[in-house]
């Protein structure tokens, strides 16, 4: 008698068509860490409702180079103070912007609240639960094009800045 296979070609379908990763999968090979930090009018990343704060050109994560295979943003209850000294954001003031992922066309392949990219390790009953970090499976992408806005600045000042962890595996076959 032949059993009957439900769930495994579910699981396969899943993980030939990225949708998925195995348990305990790493999150990528290597991670950066980009620190942005908000400045005065008239400047790239002065404060203002639906401006675009676009990242500054990274080769190495550009989709020719690099799988995205994560992406994260630390706020002030897991680090305070960031590498160029400025207060970090809070994690209210998130609900309010969008990440957006672009090609070399500028075409937006995917738009993520920012707050879904916040991955604090929560406690319940005396036990700290893991945090979940927002995966992803980006290959288009030209890393200079991607940018994040806030609908409301409140809370933004040009003392804060804002921290995202992009995990990666570089890409060997160009």
Known sequence: MQKHRIVSPLVEYFLRNNMMRPFADMLGYRSK????????????????????????????????????????????????????????????????????????????????????????????GGKTIARKLFMTHWKEQNWQNCFFEFADITGLTTSKGIKFVVYYEPLTNK
């Open 33 to 124: 860490s980009i620190v942005l930090a908000f400045t005065a009018a008239g400047t790239p990343y002065s404060i203002a409702p639906f401006k675009r704060y676009n990242f500054q050109p990274d080769e190495t994560l550009n989709g020719e180079n690099a799988l995205i295979t994560a992406i994260e943003i630390i706020c002030i209850d897991q680090q305070s103070v960031l590498d160029n000294g400025q207060t970090n954001i809070t994690a209210d003031i998130l609900k309010n912007g969008y990440l957006n992922i672009c090609d070399s066309e500028q075409n937006i392949l995917s738009t993520i609240p920012l707050f879904n990219l916040y991955a604090p390790a929560y406690a319940a």
